[in-house]
């Protein structure tokens, strides 16, 4: 039974005979997760005060360029999750291939994979803007004790045993699930401590905050522009308000909380959008749908989706139940 002000890693010890799997090692890689959030945020934290913003010199795969913090950021959480030896294989945003755990000892048992997007949003840093950390947690589907394969890291969304983000905020938080609900913890940055702030959150089944970058308007498919427009009607609790923070980690915790839908669909310039698959959208799928919401490419649910590549990138219609299926019917009906 969850109780406020409980502490994460109580709640974490206390939930962990729910767990399907009950060894322990999914509770260790939640607990390694917290402690690299930790660090992660005591740095963004400084992210004004130091000289560390800016771009490291450095592209990642999808050709951006890559701010010091997203290096430090992906460093630590591969670090903590390879050193405490939890997971047999990470993938993360920020590398070109996956890693492989552990590839040296043949006696290794893990069996959990993790997905991480280290730092999303983090050209909002040097504006002091929130970002966040996005992770998805996997079963293995190759035989425990041999390196981990393409094939552990292509699941559907469907198959997540546990995902959740870290949004460094006004406070930091980490909102986690692992598929009996979501819970919402917030750090006491005076004693290092995350506490159960939000238990249990839910979408409001109907909304009314719009989040999309209308910049791209002219750029975008037909169903979403008559979608745009009948948010902005002026029928019944229409128009609805438009909020982009262009922070995903934290659009979506604001329309969690408030009622909302977040829109990253394809254009005429992206086809797939811009958001990848296994790092930012499944986890947010899991955690919407988790969370009484849904989450969408438009035409089907985003964790039916069968990956075929690492960095794939698909377009993404989350939040509020019933605003998504109002977007999905314009999707059907402009197609
Ligand atoms: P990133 O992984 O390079 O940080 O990009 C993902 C981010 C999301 O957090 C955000 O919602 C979106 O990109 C904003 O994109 P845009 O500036 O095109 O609206
Ligand atoms: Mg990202």
Known sequence: MSKKNQTLGEFIIENQSSFKYTSGELSRLINSIRLAAKVVNHEVNKAGLVDIIGAAGETNIQGED???LDVYANDKFIQTLTNRNIVCGIASEEEDDFIVVNSQDENHQNKYVVLIDPLDGSSNIDVNVSVGTIFSV???VTPVGTPVTIEDFLQKGSEQVAAGYVV???STMI???TGDGVNGFTLNPAIGTFYLS???MEFPEDGKIYSVNEGNYIHFPLGI???IKYCQEEEGDRPYTSRYIGSLVSDFHRNMIKGGIYMYPK????SNGKLRLLYECNPMAFLAEQANGKASDGFERIMDIQPTEL???VPFLCGSKNMVEKAEEFMREYS
């Open 168 to 170: 460094y905020g006004t």
């Open 311 to 313: 960095h794939q990138r």
């Open 225 to 227: 522009k008559k979608y």
């Open 175 to 177: 909102v986690y699930t």
């Open 66 to 68: 890559q701010q010091k």
């Open 138 to 140: 996997y079963r293995r």
């Open 267 to 270: 254009s005429s310039k992206n």
């Open 198 to 200: 939000h238990p249990n």
